[in-house]
């Protein structure tokens, strides 16, 4: 192959990353075809997207967008998971196929351009999504305001309530007098 070949293929690879960071890399080689078109086409109704790579290629065109993916990662065949809205969603999505196809086969991957090897691809799986993570930080940071009015609001509201109880006291003893009168 000329090296003109090797850098438009290249450029190819470079393009369909575009500007993410977050990927996933498989081995759908022992997969039948049915299974793969069935895969790509669930994948691609999700927005994910399956790109079937030379490993050579793909490690040279990812250094150029500033991915690190582990060295075996790139041993045999291998496809790139890209897309999804982050990488909790991505990995769980290809841990859910991973577990219905015995021949896909999760090979790492990278998170933020970092390297991650296939059992780091299953523990990120597991964890909360973006989301999820923002809901969290949010009720995190609103927990001590809610405490600390909860805190000045208790006192008042009981002494609020003692001072009703003692007027609604007085109101009955005052209409009480009256109905006997």
Given at each position: ?181
């Amino acid at each position: 192959m000329s090296k003109v070949v090797k850098r438009m293929m290249i450029d190819q690879i470079r393009e369909q990353i575009g500007e993410t960071k977050d990927l996933v890399v498989l081995d759908t080689s022992r997969m039948d075809a049915i299974s793969d078109n069935q895969l790509r086409a669930e994948l691609v109704a999700k927005g994910i997207r399956l790109v079937t790579v030379k490993n050579t290629l793909a490690r040279l065109a990812l250094k150029e967008a500033g991915i690190e993916p582990p060295e075996e990662a790139f041993a045999g065949p291998s496809t790139i998971a890209l897309g999804s809205e982050d990488i909790v969603a991505l990995s769980r999505e290809m841990a859910q196929w991973a577990k219905k196809i015995d021949e896909l086969e999760i090979k790492g991957g990278a998170v933020d351009g970092q390297g991650v090897d296939s059992s780091g691809i299953e523990a990120i799986s597991k964890g909360p999504s973006r989301d999820e993570l923002i809901s969290q930080i949010v009720g995190l940071v609103l927990s001590p305001g809610a405490r600390l009015s909860g805190a000045l609001l208790g006192p008042g509201g009981y002494l609020c309530g003692q001072i009703k109880a003692l007027a609604d006291k007085e109101g009955d003893d005052t209409q009480a007098s009256g109905d006997a009168a």
